[in-house]
């Protein structure tokens, strides 16, 4: 009998936060910590689980601070999808480069830059072992990359959305201001819309709730975080319906 743990979850939606791809770097993307995560997910696709991937686009424009500077929000937020594209293509390479074979498909057509969004065919890359990357997040402006993970993950019939972070997981207050904040290690939808713990914007949380849509939130420059999730081993925050 084989003793090698096995992967808990058969297939996830990944939310990367653009802002982590700057690592060290101000802006943009920095290729150390690209080559990172594409190494993480590689490991992943090894131990046979099925990844969507949705890569955020702060690390480049946001619509809201583009508006907030006086630009017309729509435009910000077509500049900020039009981010997530970037990051996508940057990803896509980064896998292909570590011979991971991967797909990006956008929410609005780029004919020539990457496929269209398609479901029948985001499910069948899936199940034959290809990573899909979404990118353009919903095609819509006002919405986050968080809601496009929630609207995927539903979609996909993902077993989790595991929400990629700068910290270790929710804790009882923003630990980056409070340092007595505490780390959950679990809660339930209902604790976090009762103690308005920051997750993810409403929109998307509610998307996750309604559909029973697991949330797992991790430290994604925590090398090892995200197998440690997969494995089923005490890492993160997972917020279920359980109690
Ligand atoms: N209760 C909380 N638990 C965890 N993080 C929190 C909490 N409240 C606020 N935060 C902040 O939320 C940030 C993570 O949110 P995230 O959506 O990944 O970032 P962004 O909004 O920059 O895309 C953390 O850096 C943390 O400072
Ligand atoms: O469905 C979407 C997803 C994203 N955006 C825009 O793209 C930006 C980048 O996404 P997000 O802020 O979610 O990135 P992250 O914080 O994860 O890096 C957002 O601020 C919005 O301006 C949008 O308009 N609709």
């Known amino acids: 009998m084989s003793t090698n743990p096995k992967p808990t979850l058969r297939r996830i939606l990944l939310k990367l936060s653009g802002e982590a791809l700057m690592g060290e770097e101000g802006f943009g993307i920095d290729p150390k910590v690209l080559d990172r995560m594409a190494q993480e997910i590689k ?3 090894e131990q046979g689980v099925q990844v969507g991937l949705v890569i955020g686009g702060g690390n480049i424009f946001r619509g809201e601070g583009l508006a907030k500077a006086g630009m017309n929000r729509v435009v910000g937020d077509h500049m900020g999808m ?9 990803m896509r390479d980064a896998l292909h480069r570590a011979y991971v074979n991967a797909r990006l498909m956008s929410a609005f057509p780029l004919n020539g830059v990457c496929d269209n969004y398609n479901w029948a065919e985001a499910i069948s890359l899936l199940k034959s072992g290809r990573v899909v990357i979404f990118s353009a997040g919903t095609g819509n402006p006002f919405f986050t990359t968080d809601s496009a993970a929630c609207l995927r993950g539903v979609e996909i ?28 290690d679990q809660l339930s939808y209902q604790d976090v ?10 929109a998307a949380f509610t998307l996750a709730r309604d559909h029973k849509l697991p949330i797992m939130v991790f430290n994604m420059n925590k090398p090892g975080a995200l197998r440690r999730v997969i494995m089923g081993e005490s890492e993160g925050t997972l917020i279920s319906n359980a109690e």
């Open 43 to 45: 490991e992943l696709v």
């Open 82 to 90: 039009l981010a997530t594209v970037i990051n996508g293509l940057a």
């Open 193 to 202: 819309l009762e103690n308005e713990l920051k997750v993810m914007d409403l």
């Open 157 to 184: 019939e993902a077993d989790a959305v595991l929400k990629g972070t700068k910290v270790d997981g929710v804790y009882s207050d923003d630990p980056m201001k409070n340092p007595d904040a505490v780390k959950h």
